[in-house]
Every structure is written in structure tokens, then in C-alpha cells.
């Protein structure tokens, strides 16, 4: 039997590509929108996102990091094809870790131990986080971007059914 | 650390009780504040957040939920009294469903049905969303919030430290 908390993880990559889908529909211009108390600009934020994800994996399954926010902006195609990717390995991670097992970690120069479990329930959060500063610069300048909580999610992948429905 | 299921909610219930702690030393003004893009105010979000708790563990069964947005904010000590003890219920419902099929719970009045995991996951988002929302509001006037991701929280219970000097 499959554990529960995988759901979470399916949930955050059809999350992450559904807000990706409307934000490649903006204008060049609308990506350097932002809004009072968030991250940054869209852009700003999506290239964060991905590329913190890609640190998380490195922690969690020793996979590369393709994507710095140090980098110049790639697009958000490209950030999308990495989002994909990030969200399969995120499912492979959550199937694969033991929560208890510690890494030693570099963080502002400094080495820290830390938990697995950790590691992987702020890649949930922090894109979680981060997304939710996306719809709110995108609610600021009225832009809409649908529904994508987690009853839109079950309603798209059919987890949602009508009762007496199969 | 236990399962990441459990571990999810562990962090819903210190991050809600946190960011509880930051609201309990505003005014009844700042609570009042609120953000372009966000739910609404401080208020407003923390007592939807917390009675939307209360609905979901609904449908796990054996709970009544007390706390309602029609009957208004009923100020910040008492919200977090319910937080306590509904993040309590959440790990208690995790730890008791955490492996395996949970089985199925009615949505929508009714009409549809869902696996129990979409309820443990949208618990988790939904908390995580309006928190994000106040944080956004907090920052955009200029309130600190401190550290509230899972770093933080790894570090406040031990899981994020330090190793020994050598």
C-alpha cells in the first residue's frame, strides 16, 4: 500500500505546472509584476522556486542542480520542464527517503546536520509558500488564475468522483 | 522524527501557533490590516484558517467543529486554544491513517466522494496558503514575523543542528 503523504507531492507537481501554465500566457512585462509583502517579481519567484527545488533533491537523491538564481531568467518553458522533472523526482523521493536518516549540509558557510523528513516537507512548504505569493500578485492585478487547491486537483485527476459514480 | 505524514502536521501545528504567537502581540487595528492579492484581514484569515481545520477533521469522523466565520473573529488567545488542539487531532488522525488505504470521506454536500489522503493534503495546503497570506500582510507593514519555515522548525524540535566540533 502506497503511504499517504505521496498524494502531497503529485498534488505540489500539478500545482506547480497548472500556475506555470498561467503564467506563460503573461506578457513579457506582466512577469516583472510584483506585489506588496511577497517574494519579488513573478519571474523572480518562479526562478527561485525551481531552482531551490533542485537544491532540495541534490539533499534528498544526490541529483544535479540546473537551475541558479544567480543565472540570468530562462524562461519560463524552460523553468516549466524542470518544474516536471523536480515534481517526478520530489514522488521518487517521497517513496524512496526514511525521514530519520541525517545528511550533513553547508548553509551560509556553515556545516549543519540534518533530517531527510525535514528536507522534504519544506520542499511541500516552500513551494506551497511561494506559489501562494504568485496568486497574490496575480490577484493584485487581476489576473485570474483559476482554481488549483486540492479539491481542483481531485476534480482534474478524477480522485473527486460523484457518489454512485465509479 | 516520525513518518512524513506526521511530521507535515507537526509543522502546521508549530507554524499555526508561531505565527499565533506574532498575531497575539498586535492591536486590534493591525489585526484589522490586510494586503492587495491576500484573503483579507489578519483576523478574517486566521479565524477561516482555523474553522476550516475543524471541517476537515470533521470528515474523519467523532468531531464537531466549534468554531465558525459567521459568528466572527473570537480574538487571537482563543483561536490559538483551537489550534492547539485541532493540530493535536491532525497528527493523532496521521498517525492513526498514515500507512495504507484511510478509506473515503463525502464532499459538497454530499455529492462527491474522495480518498481521505486529498483531505490530509488540502489540510496541509489550505494551512500553508493563509499563512503565507498573513506573513504577506505582516511584511507588507513593515511587522516581523520571524523564521517560520521547516528550517526553523527543524531547529526548534532538534532536527536541523549543528554537528558537535570535532
Partial sequence: MEPLWIEAFRYHKWANLHLLDVCLKLAPEQLH????GTYGTIAGTWHHLVGAEQRYLARLLGSEVLVNERDAFPGLEVLKDHAARNGDLLIEAAVRITPDDVIETKFEGETSQLH???????????????????CSILGHHQISYGD????AYGDATGA???IGGS | MGPVLIEAFRYNRWANLHLLDV???LTDEQLRLTSPGTFGTIAATLTHMLAAEQRYLWRFGGYEPELKEQDGFPGVASLREHAA???????AEAARLNDGNAGEAKLREGETRA???MIFVQALHHGNDHRTHICTILGHHGIPYGDMDVWAYGEAVGAYQAPPEA
Fill in chain 1, 33 to 36: 509584476l510584483t506585489a506588496p
Fill in chain 1, 116 to 134: 531527510l523528513g525535514i528536507v522534504i516537507i519544506q520542499a511541500l512548504h516552500h513551494g506551497n509558500d511561494h506559489r501562494t505569493h504568485i
Fill in chain 1, 148 to 151: 488549483m487547491d486540492v479539491w
Fill in chain 1, 160 to 162: 473527486i468522483v460523484p
Fill in chain 2, 23 to 25: 498575531c497575539a502581540k
Fill in chain 2, 85 to 91: 488542539g485541532s493540530g493535536d487531532r491532525f497528527i
Fill in chain 2, 115 to 117: 480518498p481521505l489522503a
